[in-house]
């Protein structure tokens, strides 16, 4: 496993845990979706993961390698570790190239510059925006925004706290579409924090389900997204798509 959770406790104020033990993994190229209600421990996990909270009880491993004390810089360098928050996370007053250069600043020029052209060939909306200002841009456009300039570290592992947040159902696609393009052509392993959890089920590979600070179900993103309890619970109901129908049907069902 790329990345190993196991026993994780931790919380914003002393004695007082948001996350209670909870275990989980993430493994190489893998889409992993953590779903729940608000208040259960989602986003909590990925600031943890990445060292902005500091567990009370617990380990976190990274390649088998313990990042107990080791600070956010360092995991993100060392260990390759990129974390997009949900809110302020992109520089609004600068161009999006600028951006950019701000996630490679420990680069040195050639290769930040290198680095660049390698994300503008991938995701062309960056570079039809590149001399843009980011407060130009839609909520969508800036997601991307954000998860390329996370991506100038050339991470393995890219936590992402709910890139979908007030975007339309247009842009939300587009973002879910990013997502999907950067777990299969770069092998990035993804956790997944989303509200709107079927969508990102769809393109996921495993899920955790998270309900006060503790894992209550996991497994294929498939099943979670068959789950009718599941669904009523936290997907609001939503019917399966007929793509997602098809996916779950037995395969002898399909040669029929």
Not at 25 to 49: A, F, Q
Not at 117 to 129: F, I, R, V
């Amino acid at each position: 496993m790329t990345i190993t959770v196991r026993g994780l406790e931790a919380g914003y104020t002393q004695g007082v845990n948001i996350l209670n033990g909870l275990d989980a993994d993430l493994g190489e190229g893998e889409v992993v979706t953590v779903i729940g209600p608000n208040g259960s421990g989602k986003s909590t996990l990925l600031k943890t993961v990445m060292g902005y909270l500091s567990p009370s009880a617990g380990s976190i491993e990274v390649d088998g390698r313990s990042v107990a004390g080791v600070r956010v810089h360092k995991r993100s360098i060392e260990h390759r570790i990129a974390y997009v928050p949900q809110v302020d996370n992109v520089f609004r007053p600068l161009t999006v190239r600028e951006n950019l250069e701000t996630g490679g600043q420990h680069l040195d020029r050639a290769r930040r510059k290198e680095r660049i052209a390698e994300l503008m060939d991938t995701y062309p909306l960056l570079a039809k925006k590149m001399k843009a200002r980011a407060d130009s841009l839609s909520g969508g456009e800036r997601q991307i925004v954000a998860i390329g300039r996370a991506l100038m570290t050339n991470p393995k592992h890219l936590l992402l706290d709910e890139p979908s947040a007030g975007l339309s159902p247009a842009l939300t696609a587009q973002v879910f579409e990013t997502v999907s393009t950067i777990a299969h052509r770069e092998n990035v392993a993804i956790l997944l924090v989303e509200q709107n959890a079927a969508q990102a089920l769809e393109i996921s590979d495993r899920a955790y389900v998270l309900v006060i600070g503790r894992v209550v179900l996991s497994g294929q993103a498939r099943e979670i997204l068959a789950n009718e309890e599941v669904r009523h619970l936290y997907l609001g109901g939503v019917p399966m798509t007929e793509e997602t129908k098809e996916r779950n049907r037995d395969p002898e069902e399909r040669r029929a």
